[in-house]
Each structure stands twice: as C-alpha cells, then as structure tokens.
C-alpha cells in the first residue's frame, strides 16, 4: 500500500524532529518544512491528507497559512498548534479551516487522539468531495454540503457571482444558508482578503440600526459618548451582508439606496460623508417582490439590490442532499462530542429523509446534534427521534388512498385531508396561526379564512395576538 504523505511544519527543527519520529510508525511519508510559504509551494502537487502545523511562525499569519493550505487540499485534515492560545486566535484558525487546535507542550495523549480522529474526518470529506464532480474552489464554499442537480448548479452560479462585484439578493426559507452562502461568495471573490461584515437588520432595534450602519460622531445623539465607526466602513474594500433586508424601515431604505447610488455614507451628526468600496450582498426569507408591490418595500432599492438574485432551494427541495447532510452532520457532532455514534438505521433514515423539513438545514443540523449527544454510541432508531417527526411524517408517506366502492364525495375527502394537515400545523406552532400559515405555505388571512369555515378559531385561540 503507498504510504500516505503527512506533512509537517514547524520553524523549530526540535519540534520537527519530534513530530517525524512519533508519526514514523504509522507509516506516513513525512514531509518536513520549516518555511510556510515553501511548504505551500512543494505540497501543491502532492496528496496531502494530514498538516500538523505551527501558527506562530514569521513571514505568514496562521490563518493565512491554513486557509491557502485548505485551498490546495480540501479534505486535508488540519491540526494547528501553538504555545499562544488566546481564544480570538484559536477561533479564527478553526473558522479559516483547522479541524483541532494542539496547545505545547503537546499533550501526548490529546495528540494521539487528534491525529486519529483528523484520519476519519479525512476519509469522510474525501468521500464528500469525490462522490461527484464540484467547482475547482469547493473548498471555499465552507459548510456547504450538497449533491443534488439544484446544489452543484448552485456551486457552478456563485464561483460566476463571486467573479463580479454586482450585489447580490439571496432569497429562501429560514435555514437555508443564506449567510453561509454569502459567506462563500465573498471567500471565492477577489475581496477575500478584506473582511465579510454581517449585520441582522430585524435584531437591532430600528433607532439604532441607522447608526450601526453608517456610524456615528461622538455629541450626535444622547448617548453617543465617542465617535463610532458604521458597518460600511467597518467593510471598506470587503464585502457587507445584510441580512433580514425585508425588515428594514422605509427612511433607512432610502439612505440604503443613497448609498448603493453614490458608494458614500453620512455617519449620524458628520459634516460630510465618506467614500467607500463596498459589496453589499443582501438576504431575506420574506418575498421582496410581494413586500414591493404592496408598497411596503421601495420597488428603486429592489431593484437595486437584486442586480443577481439567487435562490436558495428548500431541503425538502434537495432528494439525496438530506442524507449526505445526515452523515456529514453525524460525522462533526461525533467529532465534537467524543460520541461513537455509527449512523441511522433504515428506517430511521426513512423518515428523515420523507419529513419535509420546515426548519430546513437549521433544523436538522440541531436535530443530529441532540441525537448524537443523546445516543451516544451505535445505530440512530426511529424510537430515538423525537414523536413530532414520527407522526408529521406518517402524513407524507402514508399509502395511496383507494377510492371507496360506495356512495364519495371527492370535495369532502379533499376538505378532510386539507383539515387534518391544517389541524396539524396548529399543534406543531402551538396555535400560533402566523408559524401554522408559514407551516403550511400560506398565507395567514388565508388560514384564518379556512379555520372560521371549519368553525375551528375557539379551538385554536390565537397565540401570535394578532
């Protein structure tokens, strides 16, 4: 069998040394390299499977290191270390790509630990990004797992989009990724090296989101004890995301459009505004379209904003894609909670990958979450998952209905089925009617209207008071 290639470097030629000789053992072809920017040049062509690397070297940042290394192997497994162990650092590593993070002196022990686990996650991600063809910088795209027609199509659209500096509208559900997504796209383009700045427009209350954006002097307002910087310029030659777009304000819409217009804000109380070099890349699960034609969102800034609309499918859109979320998902909690859990038995994953997923990716990434902390060890059976996705699910996947041999009436078998899901959607929200009507895809005059022709309001009292 050829010996897989590991790869080390370190400045320090003690610790080099040390590290060749404890994995020789193993059988790995060891590369030493004690310059980051040549390890990075000579490793370009091989078949890396495992780094163990020193963060804290001089000519190139950590991060740095480990985000160009992650480009030349995505499923190289990378285990960083250092004797600097702030948690801002550390939490940048992991983001830029490391899988463990080794403080020194080593922890023998928690070395031999990492390098085995590093070794599974290995083979799983090869697996992940071999399984089929995916754009050449996959491995920028971060969380995003997929390999349905709509996904890989996906994959193929934002390496084009993230080439240009257009802004971009990402619509979908609640769950869906959008800001992983958004994430990706600044990853792939060419203000990768500046920062990605993400703000919730519907977490921040409205009188303040006008100073987070654009910033503020210090005297302009009660409270403004200092001058602060705004997101924009927080983002200058970067990318911004804004995030819940469709709940922004109509005065802060105009100043948005303003901005997208002259490429300058105006911080609160400033004498005169500043230039700069933004992508705005916006997101929400509202219908902007619907939200402009009932006035309630400026149709210039729609336009504006949606140069390169994208939509993000659904999970109960994505077939295969539930599955190989499972097993990835699977794979990470195992990872991060020394679980032993080996996966879903058949029918288990029956019903997972038959529920249509309200909550989508979100949804079932807490759900294999809980399972695994749960479980612990073994097979995932359908008695270990929760009752509502036991019961929701026997609706999608009952038998197909025969047609009676006496006297039916097809209006009130459809009024039946249309009840019971109704009914259901109501016990899953709690009787929240604006959650039952998100449930069930409609609108909630709709419900409403559908709920007083069954005479079903005063068995449902209104939770949502509204």
Known sequence: MEARTMVIVDDDRKTLDFLAAFLQYRDFRVLQFSDPSEALRQVAKEEVIL???????????????VKELKSLHPDAAIIAYSSYSEEPFVAQLLQAGALFFLEKPFDLKKLEKCIAQALEHHELQADLFHKK??????????????????????????????????T????????????LVAHAIHDLSNRRPARFVAVNCAAIPDDLLESEL????????TGAVATRMGKFEAADKGTLFLDEIGDMKPNLQVKLLRVLQNREVEPVGAPRPKKVDVRIIAATNQNLEQLTAAKAFREDLFYRLSVIPIRLPSLRERGSDVELLMNSFLQKFNMLNQKKVTGFDQEATRILTSYPWPGNVRELENLVERLVIVVGEGLITPRDLPERYR???????????????GPFSLHSAVEDFETNLILQALEKSGGNKKEAARLLNVKRTTLIEKLKKRNLMGAHPDSDAA
């Not at 890989?152 to 934002?158: A, D, H, I, V, Y």
């Not at 654009?214 to 307002?221: A, D, L, R």
């Open 51 to 65: 780094v163990l690397a020193d963060v804290r070297m001089p000519r190139m940042s950590g991060t740095g290191f």
């Open 133 to 166: 063809p995916a754009p050449k910088n996959r491995s920028l795209l971060g969380n995003i797992v997929g390999e349905s027609d709509k996904m890989l199509s996906m994959f193929e659209m934002l390496e084009k989009v993230a080439a240009s500096d257009s």
């Open 168 to 179: 971009v509208l990402i619509q979908g559900e609640s769950g869906t990724g959008k800001e």
């Open 214 to 221: 654009f910033g503020h002097v210090k005297g302009s307002f």
């Open 391 to 405: 019961s929701t699910t026997s609706v999608f996947t009952s038998p197909q209905p025969a047609l009676p041999a």
